[in-house]
């Protein structure tokens, strides 16, 4: 066996299990946005049988020798035989049953996560999720080796973090973002806009900004979900959003959120497609293509500008009396209890929260049934506000349901990213906010699909930023942009 051949075939089996993992993929979006609710647990099964199927692949042992004679001729292909060397290190940890058990498990538990939202009862959750909590530390065992549970887990979602620099990192965000929160808070808030805003008709305007943002709808969806998302890749990536009536932002700031996700994908180069190059580097990197449409885009002067006009077409004029009242509008910022709901001022405090919370659920610190207190407490000395109820609580993220231990810190660490590729992105563009209030997002996302998307998983997550950016990634950037912005809206 030649090593070109070596390399051949160890990407002819790739492409199959990257079609796969697609069709485990569309079997998510269906559980999300059309299944019948009866079909819950068959749907637990065919999606355990999946993963009994990837995991196979995944830990072929052919992989192993493929790997070793595998001679790639460009730094494409030696990047492609480095992830796919990766996923094999991490996979053939993990026990096979182990796997399927969480893939059953996790499935159903979304479920049960969901009713007891619903009913607002923890006490129906907890079981469930103390089981959910135990299958990661399990899984997180077999993959740390002696080394630090949160940083394996941590690791499935943004490669090479580790939570002691994501705790060092929000510890030097968190003062200068409880300063400018203070001083906010201590001015009166903008009005916010008022009225009624039919479910059709948002929908529609959403489709429309979705369209704004050159989301490409030939290869791409718009669905609706509980918890906003997008699902896919290649040239088959969707999105879901919600509606309420009495609050357009929400379906609009999710639908643009979702598009910057699923743009980043529809985007990579088309040479990647179906090889481990063919799909975002990390979940830090994708949460900030999603942040930078939504907040440095979508929620700045020139956008805001033109979606007041798309939006006083259809609703009048709001109760806001011009483009600036709405700008202040969309940017008030006010203490909450939802994470998706956030201001930008308040987001990463949301965030450091949780971190802290499933770090000592993963350590074992925590007990699950202690969890709706240490919540409470920790929301009141943070955000200033008393839980009212368990929907506002702990109950509000769908993460832990489905065993999405290590995934919230990658929100923050899109923040980040997103604030040094805006700074990038002004330095590159110039007059882009002046092109966003005319409704022309193309210089914007232009940018960014030739400096970030394109590139799909050619670099590591940092490399990625940096190669961007021309500078390496840090906090610096989106806290002096926060600053500024609220500053001056604030008039501090
Ligand atoms: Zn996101």
């Not at 070793?68 to 494409?76: L, Y």
């Not at 923890?122 to 002696?146: M, N, S, Y």
């Not at 290869?219 to 918890?227: F, M, N, Q, S």
Request: proline content about 4%.
């Amino acid at each position: 066996m030649t090593n070109n051949r070596a390399f051949a075939e160890l990407m002819a089996f790739q492409r199959q299990t990257e079609a796969l993992a697609g069709v485990a993929g569309r079997l998510g979006w269906d559980q999300e946005t059309m299944m019948p609710p009866g079909a819950a647990e068959q749907r637990g099964e065919e999606m355990a049988a999946m993963e009994g199927v990837m995991h196979a692949r995944r830990t072929d042992p052919r992989i192993a020798d493929w790997l070793a004679a595998a001679d790639p001729a460009d730094a494409a292909g030696q990047r492609a035989v480095a992830l796919i060397a990766r996923s094999y290190a991490r996979t053939t940890k993990v026990p096979s049953d182990l796997a399927q058990e969480l893939a059953r498990v996790t499935s159903t538990a979304q479920g049960i996560w969901a009713r007891a939202r619903a009913e607002e009862k923890v006490a129906d959750f907890l079981p469930t999720l103390g089981q959910v909590i135990a299958l990661r530390r399990q899984e997180a065992e077999c993959l740390a080796q002696g080394g630090d549970l949160y940083d394996a887990l941590m690791d499935d979602y943004e490669p090479g973090a580790t939570a002691e620099v994501m705790g060092a990192m929000f510890d030097r965000m968190r003062p200068r973002l409880v300063a400018l929160r203070g001083a906010v808070l201590e001015k009166a808030p903008p009005a916010a806009i008022q009225g009624h805003f039919a479910k059709e008709a948002q929908l529609a305007l959403s489709r429309e900004v979705a369209g704004v943002y050159g989301y490409d709808f030939s290869r791409g969806r718009i669905d609706l979900a509980v918890h906003p998302f997008s699902s896919g890749g290649g040239n088959d990536s969707r999105i879901t959003t919600r509606v309420v009536e009495s609050d357009p932002f929400n379906c609009i700031y999710s639908t643009i959120h979702e598009v910057g996700h699923s743009s980043y994908e529809l985007n990579i180069d088309q040479a990647y497609l179906m090889t481990p190059l063919g799909s975002g580097v990390s979940m830090g990197v994708h949460e900030s293509q999603s942040r930078i449409y939504e907040n440095q885009i979508g929620r700045g002067p020139g956008f805001t500008a033109h979606l007041y006009g798309l939006m006083a077409a259809r609703f009048g004029d709001m109760g806001v009396g011009s483009a600036d009242g709405f700008y202040r509008a969309i940017n008030r910022v006010q203490p909450g209890f939802i994470r998706t709901e956030a201001d930008e001022v308040h987001y990463n405090l949301h965030i450091m929260m949780r971190f802290d919370l499933e770090r000592a659920l993963v350590r074992g610190d925590l007990a699950v049934g202690d969890l709706e207190a240490a919540w409470n407490d920790r929301f009141a000395a943070d955000f200033g506000v008393q839980v009212d109820r368990p929907a506002h609580g702990m109950l509000q993220d769908v993460h832990w349901s489905v065993g999405l231990f290590g995934y919230f810190p990658t929100y923050t660490l899109g923040n980040v990213y997103a604030g040094c590729l805006f700074q990038a992105l002004n330095a590159a563009v110039p007059g882009v906010e002046a092109q966003l209030a005319a409704g022309d997002c193309s210089g914007a996302v232009g940018w960014l699909r030739e400096n970030v998307q394109r590139h799909g998983g050619l670099r590591t997550p940092e490399a990625t930023i940096a190669h961007a950016c021309g500078f390496a990634p840090s906090e610096g950037p989106l806290l002096d942009y926060l600053e500024a912005k609220f500053g001056a809206l604030y008039g501090l």
